[in-house]
Each structure stands twice: as C-alpha cells, then as structure tokens.
C-alpha cells in the first residue's frame, strides 16, 4: 500500500466511527490466521499495525502476510516506507485513519490486527504525540549511552521527566525510551498524557495461549523464517545499500542476523539470541496488553474460531442497528 503523507495533520483527524475490530495479542499467536477466517467470514479487510511491517522488502524478517494471503484478502499498512525512511506512531495513526474512514464508507468491517500495542492504542485511542522529527545525533548518544549503562537507567531517566510516558514504557524498550526522551528534549515538556479527541470505537479481542506453548510456536517461527532465507533478505537489504545501523534494521531478527553476518556471532549463536529476544519482547506485549481492561480475552483452542466469529456477528449487529432505525451514525461496543 501506498503512503498517504498528504493526509490533514492530527488537529483535523477524521471521525470514523463503526465496525472496527482489533484482533490483539503476542506474537506467534495466531492473529493473522484468524483475522483471514473473520475477514472472509464477514466480508472485512486487515489493517495491520505493525511496526515493522510498514518496511518494503523486509518480508521474512517481520513475517508479513504471504503474496496469496494478501491476494484473498485487502491489508493495508504494509510496505509503506523505505527502510531508510523513518516513521512515527503518529503518521501510522494518520494514514491508518484514513484506511478506517474509507472502509466505514464502503460499509465493510475492518479488522486493526498485531501485536504492536502502541500503534494501536495511538491509533484507536487518538492518543496525540507531538511533531518532532527524529534527531539522529540524539538518537545516536542515547544508544552509547544504554550501551554503557543499560536500557533501565535511561528508563529512570525518563520517568524523572515523564512519569506517564515511564509508566506505559517497558524498562528494556530501548527505543521507545529514545523516543519519548527526545520529545521531551525536543519540546521541553512531557509527551501528553490525554487523548486530544474522543476515541474510535471498537470491539477489543485478545488471544492467548500457555506461555511455554506460545514460545515453542515462536522458535518454530524463527526456524522457519531461516528457512525461508532471513538471512539472505538481510544481505539484499546490504547490496541495495541500507546501512545496519539504520532503525528499521534494529528489530526483531534483523539485529541478530547483522551479528552473525558481521561475525560476530554464529548462525546457532544468532539464533538463540533471536529466540531469547522472541522470549522478551512477549513478555513485554502481554504485559502491555494486560493493562487494557476493554481487552476480551479469547483461550487459543480447537472452539477459538467459533468464539471469535460469535463475538464478532454479535458486535457487528450491534454496530448495524442505529442504521436500519434511521440514526445518523453507528455506535460500536468497546
């Protein structure tokens, strides 16, 4: 999908309003299989918030969607930006918008699908995040520094001058703790607290599963994503020339195989840590998710696509209703 740079800043964001679901959870989950069965079920389409899925030619590594899967159902958010390119929650907030504002147009459910819980809460709860554009000497000092002290000191750092922002932030997420201090930097004041607009309303499905279970579908994962040539996609992304240093090669997997290709590590070596960083970052999305009380939780079994297509049906009839007596906007349940 195209980029939608043109679209209003977030002082005139548009309203939609209706048939949203967000089908949430950890990764390897299975969120992406069951959004496809509820999309072809009720006629909607994904709109993927995933931080790393926004990258062109970075396929494996942030395991999107495959070519057939994208072919039976509409995603948006994918490919949007050169990994060269930098790119903020709230421009995702921005463009995502106005995929939502568009499918409420067409009278189609859109389900807001993945595991990056920031994006998705900017998005849906129109949380307003200043305009500051990336200072890459800043960024740059910062990341010496969690170097030398760790990501938690520089997570002190933050709360001292943001507490909010601390307190929704993980300890060890390094560059959201770069982010939110260079708000703060940049703007002399803490990134705010309270949305600038009301909500989008929207149905709140969460899956889970037994943790050791989740990790040994996650190994499976990274296995097959070596399989697939992880690797290989990394050294495309060299001779097409992005630099490692670059963000959007500091994610999950990206990092670990940069390690193994500089030497630094072995391929078994750069493995484990991409297992051991799977483990982590889990652990960090359900603790960010835990925390959303509208989160409906939903165990990941044999009965799972059964319940989830109940939940919905019954929450689009809701959404449907005010329509068919003659009201002028939709209402949905959070």
Not at 109 to 116: A, C, K, N, W
Not at 148 to 162: K, Q
Not at 299 to 304: A, D, E, F, R
Request: aromatic share 6%; glycine share 6%.
């Amino acid at each position: 999908m195209k980029s939608m740079s043109e679209e209003p800043s977030e002082g005139s964001r548009p309203s939609p309003v209706g048939s949203v679901v967000a089908l949430l959870g950890p990764t390897a989950v299975g969120k992406s299989r069951h959004a496809l069965e509820l999309c072809q079920e009720f006629g909607g389409v994904i709109l993927s918030a995933d931080s790393r899925q926004v990258y062109r030619y970075m396929d494996i590594g942030t395991d999107k969607p495959t070519p057939a899967d994208r072919a039976l159902v509409s995603h948006y958010m994918l490919d949007v930006i050169e990994p060269a390119e930098t790119y903020s929650a709230q421009r995702f907030a921005r463009e995502a918008e106005s995929v939502l504002k568009a499918m409420e147009f067409q009278r189609r459910p859109i389900f807001v699908v993945g595991g990056s819980g920031f994006y998705v809460s900017v998005l849906l709860d129109r949380r307003s995040m200043p305009s500051v554009s990336p200072d890459p000497a800043l960024r740059a000092q910062l990341r010496a520094e969690a170097k030398l002290i760790g990501a938690p000191e520089l997570h002190a750092r933050l709360h001292a001058v943001d507490p909010f922002s601390a307190s929704r932030i993980h300890p060890h997420n390094l560059p959201r703790i770069i982010r939110a201090l260079e708000i703060v930097d940049r703007t002399g004041r803490p990134v705010p607290a309270e949305p600038e607009s009301p909500p989008i309303p929207a149905l709140y499905l969460g899956l889970e599963m037994e943790r050791s279970a989740l990790h040994r579908i996650a190994d499976q994962r990274i296995d097959r994503q070596m399989q697939l040539g992880l690797v290989q996609e990394v050294e495309m992304l060299f001779t097409m020339g992005y630099v490692p240093t670059l963000p959007a090669l500091d994610g999950l997997g990206y990092r670990q195989m940069i390690q193994y290709l500089h030497g630094e590590v072995s391929r078994e070596q750069a493995m484990e840590r991409y297992r051991v960083a799977t483990h982590q970052y889990i652990r960090r999305q359900l603790t960010w998710f835990r925390r959303d009380r509208r989160i409906e939780w939903v165990q990941v079994n044999q009965s799972t696509g059964s319940i989830l297509r109940d939940r919905v049906q019954r929450h689009l009839t809701t959404v449907s209703e005010p329509a068919s007596s003659g009201g002028d906007e939709l209402r949905a349940e959070v």
